[in-house]
């Protein structure tokens, strides 16, 4: 398509297509940036889009670049590679249902991201070597698979994790889990088929919460312990109540 020019709203300026989208080129704000999904020039509207190729990726936004990133309903896709190599942005914001492409945030120094929103397979190299990311919480409810290499490295110098697998997952790729994964939780009645051929994927060592699947065989077959698989929610150790500080012999109740 023909690339026209730019317009400024809000905290960033936006490179106008001829196919009347438009990209985020520059970072007119400071600190948070908030992106809109639309806007009005000479009465022709504009559809904010996160793909693109080249000099359409965001890493093309030179300094200052936004610390945190906020993404409205409007936009719904991000594609492939188009937050890779971007660098200072740690913080993703958004609250609604978003499919990701390939690599499309391979590096990123992740410490706040809503994986809770994410639908579909977290693809190829999603979140490939983002070896500072500090996210702990990893909740994949809405996700369908983790293809290969997705979380390769990811969180290597981070905190360990818990990893919630959705209840309509199919596949967990070889290679693909992140680094540090110390419990997991899989929501639905069958297990994924799962390659456990590299150590990145192996499920020993690993607490296991199976609280709606009747065979757990196939996740004794990717490494799980039996005796580390348990068939009830994390949620429900979360809310058991700590005991009272021990008075002498008895517990003082109040």
Same mark, same amino acid.
């Given at each position: 398509?023909?690339?026209?020019?730019?317009?400024?709203?809000?905290?960033?300026?936006?490179?106008? *297509?001829?196919?009347?989208?438009?990209?985020?080129?520059? /970072?007119?704000?400071?600190?948070?940036?908030?992106?809109?999904?639309? &806007?009005?020039?000479?009465?022709?509207?504009?559809?904010?889009?996160?793909?693109?190729? +080249?000099?359409?990726? &965001?890493?093309?936004? +030179?300094? $200052?670049?936004? %610390?945190?990133?906020?993404?409205?309903? +409007?936009?719904?896709?991000?594609?492939?590679?188009?937050?890779?190599?971007? +660098?200072?942005?740690? #913080?993703?914001?958004?609250?609604? =249902? !978003?499919?990701?492409?390939?690599?499309? /945030?391979?590096?990123?120094?992740?410490?706040?991201?809503?994986?809770?929103?994410?639908?579909?397979?977290?693809?190829?190299?999603? /979140?490939?070597?983002? @070896?500072?990311? #500090?996210?702990?919480?990893? =909740?994949?409810?809405?996700?369908?698979?983790?293809?290969?290499?997705?979380? !390769?490295? &990811?969180?290597?110098?981070?905190?360990?994790?818990?990893? %919630?697998?959705?209840?309509?997952?199919?596949?967990?790729?070889?290679?693909?889990?992140?680094?540090?994964v110390t419990t997991i939780t899989f929501k639905g009645t069958v297990a994924p088929t799962i390659d456990?051929? %590299?150590?990145? *994927?192996?499920?020993?060592?690993? %607490?296991?919460?199976?609280?709606?699947?009747? =065979?757990?065989?196939?996740?004794?077959?990717?490494?799980?312990?039996?005796? *580390?698989?348990?068939? @009830?929610?994390? =949620?429900?150790?979360?809310?058991?109540?700590?005991?009272?500080? $021990?008075?002498?012999?008895?517990?003082?109740?109040?």
């Amino acid at each position: 398509y023909i690339r026209m020019s730019t317009h400024t709203v809000g905290d960033f300026t936006y490179i106008l *297509n001829g196919d009347f989208t438009a990209n985020p080129v520059a /970072f007119v704000g400071s600190g948070n940036g908030t992106l809109v999904s639309s &806007f009005v020039v000479d009465g022709q509207t504009y559809t904010v889009k996160l793909e693109g190729t +080249g000099d359409n990726r &965001f890493r093309r936004i +030179g300094t $200052p670049k936004p %610390t945190s990133l906020t993404i409205p309903p +409007g936009i719904t896709e991000i594609g492939p590679e188009y937050f890779t190599g971007v +660098g200072g942005v740690s #913080k993703f914001y958004f609250s609604h =249902d !978003m499919s990701i492409g390939e690599s499309s /945030f391979s590096g990123q120094p992740l410490t706040v991201f809503p994986f809770e929103h994410i639908v579909g397979p977290i693809p190829y190299r999603a /979140f490939y070597n983002a @070896y500072y990311a #500090k996210v702990s919480e990893i =909740d994949l409810s809405k996700a369908t698979s983790i293809e290969n290499s997705a979380f !390769m490295g &990811f969180g290597a110098y981070g905190p360990s994790k818990h990893v %919630t697998i959705g209840a309509n997952f199919t596949h967990i790729a070889k290679s693909s889990l992140p680094v540090g994964v110390t419990t997991i939780t899989f929501k639905g009645t069958v297990a994924p088929t799962i390659d456990s051929t %590299t150590a990145t *994927n192996s499920l020993s060592n690993k %607490t296991i919460y199976a609280p709606n699947m009747t =065979d757990t065989s196939p996740l004794v077959s990717a490494g799980a312990s039996a005796e *580390n698989i348990l068939n @009830y929610s994390s =949620d429900v150790i979360a809310s058991i109540p700590s005991l009272p500080e $021990p008075v002498g012999d008895v517990y003082e109740v109040a």
